[in-house]
């Protein structure tokens, strides 16, 4: 079992930049896919991105391709998102979710229900 705190939300301006950050508890933070989904208001929850277990293989959404980047450092459990060139449409509650199961390949890692775990949720709200 793990529990993930997600921190780094706010607000701010288009084209600015945001990073958050995902501390999970445990000591097995290596063994899990990490991912990052957005919901925001009147909308389904979507893939961000994720990082995977094993080789660190990265996955990310089309809309934020170029923008976003994710990252995870295994000896501070925690998996980071660096996003750049925000624009009002990244905002959404933002959630980081992990899975310890032995799935691997962007299918897997870009859909909810293939992770077990996820945080409350962080605001991130960008004004035009």
């Known amino acids: 079992h793990v529990q993930l705190v997600e921190s780094g939300g706010g607000l701010v301006q288009a084209g600015g930049s945001l990073r958050l950050s995902c501390a999970a508890s445990?000591?097995?933070?290596?063994?899990?896919?990490m991912g990052w989904f957005r919901q925001a208001p009147g909308k389904e929850r979507e893939f961000v991105a994720a990082?995977?277990?094993?080789?660190?293989?990265?996955y990310y959404a089309d809309s934020v391709k170029g923008r976003f980047s994710i990252s995870r450092d295994n000896a501070k459990n925690t998996v980071y998102l660096q996003m750049n060139s925000l624009s009002p449409e990244d905002t959404a509650v933002y959630y980081c979710?992990?899975?310890?199961?032995?799935?691997?390949?962007?299918?897997?890692?870009?859909?909810?229900?293939?992770?077990?775990?996820w945080g409350q949720g962080t605001q991130v709200t960008v004004s035009s």
């Open positions: 990082i995977s277990r094993s080789d660190g293989n990265t």
């Open positions: 979710a992990a899975d310890r199961r032995y799935y691997s390949g962007s299918y897997y890692l870009s859909n909810p229900p293939y992770y077990d775990y």
């Open positions: 445990g000591r097995t933070f290596s063994s899990y896919n």
